[in-house]
């Protein structure tokens, strides 16, 4: 069974996607959502194999909710009355970008890219290998402070870490939480722009502001954001490599 989540701020689209998804019996709607924020929350409770995702939304628009999307990753579907996203679709590895109202010849069609991309198991592998290529790194994240979500770009990014079970994000200004794990962001990153430090942080080179060395041959640094974090032994050179490289 596909497993699939519907993600859509208008019911009678929604209900428009369920009337056609059930004439395909290999698909079992597990879920719905309806802003971009309930869309995050589904998507991390339910895992789902399948995201029909719209994209213009409040909360945080349906590009977002994908770039923002970690392992286990699913399949995602853009159905949208807009055709103006499409380039910034696929390079999310979009399965396909469908306009409303969705017919069911082009559903059915974008259903079985999903099926041939053989095992669900085996896109999760290739779609990390694909974000990984050069250009495909993510532009911008999606985290939380509160219950309120905030899109980052990347240029605001000084570094990720993961404390007490959470990843966050850090900006000069604030400390927000992610889904991600730091193993998934550390396969999606571009390893030009950041470097992993530890195995609980991961840094934005240019947002270095100092490095000290200590004796034992590990270091620390401070960063753009006043915050000051120690680099483990075997990860100092190469840090420093990384830098005189900039």
């Known amino acids: 069974m596909i497993r699939t989540v519907l993600v859509d701020d208008e019911q009678p689209a929604r209900e428009r996607l369920r009337q056609l998804l059930g004439a395909h019996s290999d698909v079992e709607i597990v879920g719905e959502a309806e802003d971009g924020v309930q869309a995050v929350e589904r998507i991390a409770e339910l895992t789902p194999d399948l995201v029909l995702l719209d994209i213009q939304m409040p909360g945080a628009s ?17 159905c949208t009355a807009y055709d103006q996203y499409a380039v910034d679709a696929f390079e999310l590895s979009a399965t396909d970008y469908l306009l409303k109202p969705v017919n069911r010849a082009r559903l059915a069609a974008a259903l079985d890219r999903v099926r041939n991309t053989t095992a669900l198991r085996q896109r999760d592998r290739a779609l990390d290998l694909v974000t990984r290529s050069e250009g495909l790194s993510p532009t911008r994240f999606l985290a939380r402070r509160g219950s309120r979500f905030r899109v ?95």
């Open 62 to 78: 349906g590009l977002d909710v994908a770039a923002s999307l970690g392992p286990p990753r699913p399949a995602v579907i853009f």
């Open 152 to 246: 980052v770009p990347v240029q605001e990014v000084v570094a990720f870490t993961f404390v007490d079970g959470v990843t966050h994000l850090l900006t000069p200004t604030d400390q927000l939480s992610m889904q991600p794990t730091l193993a998934a962001l550390a396969r999606r990153l571009d390893p030009a722009a950041f470097f992993q430090v530890s195995r609980t942080a991961i840094i934005r080179l240019d947002a270095i502001r100092e490095a000290k060395p200590f004796a034992d041959g590990t270091g620390e640094i401070i960063l753009a954001n006043g915050q000051t974090l120690v680099v483990a032994r075997r990860r100092w050179r190469a840090l420093l490599d990384k830098l005189e490289g900039i």
